[in-house]
């Protein structure tokens, strides 16, 4: 019987970072668009944001995020998304019953090579 207290993925969701502490100017760049696009309700989610993980696709442009697990079928009824206009590269969240699940970021090198100093 495998211990799920010893299992890699368990103990990599124990350790959770979060997008403000890890990526401060980016969490601010993120409540302020989502302020400026009246998604107050999104904004003050912000500072608690998670990171569960982020996307493993490989792409050299993504650095997506993900702050609630990541769906194994898409994410289903009450999914919308967000798109919003950074001066640079894209950002397009996932928001789920009213929750930010995901953080679509394509574009910004910035923001990618310090999530994958957390995150390898």
């Known amino acids: 019987m495998i211990n799920l207290s010893e299992h890699p993925m368990h103990m990599q969701q124990e350790k959770r970072f979060s997008i403000a502490d ?3 100017a980016f969490a601010a760049e993120l409540g302020q668009l989502l302020e400026e696009q009246g998604e107050s309700e999104l904004a003050a989610q912000v500072p608690n944001l998670k990171i ?4 493993r696709c490989g792409d ?4 997506t995020v993900y702050t609630k697990p990541k769906p194994k079928d898409g994410f289903g009824p009450g999914h919308r998304n967000v798109r919003l206009m950074p001066e640079e590269g894209m950002l397009i969240l996932d928001v789920v019953a009213g929750e930010i699940a995901c953080v679509e970021v394509l574009d910004r090198n910035d923001v990618r090579e310090k999530l994958y100093a957390v995150l390898p």
């Not at 569960?52 to 996307?55: A, I, S, V």
């Not at 050299?60 to 650095?63: E, G, K, Q, T, V």
Request: with cysteine; charged share 25%.
């Open 22 to 24: 890890t990526l401060p």
């Open 60 to 63: 050299d442009f993504c650095a």
């Open 52 to 55: 569960f993980d982020r996307c």
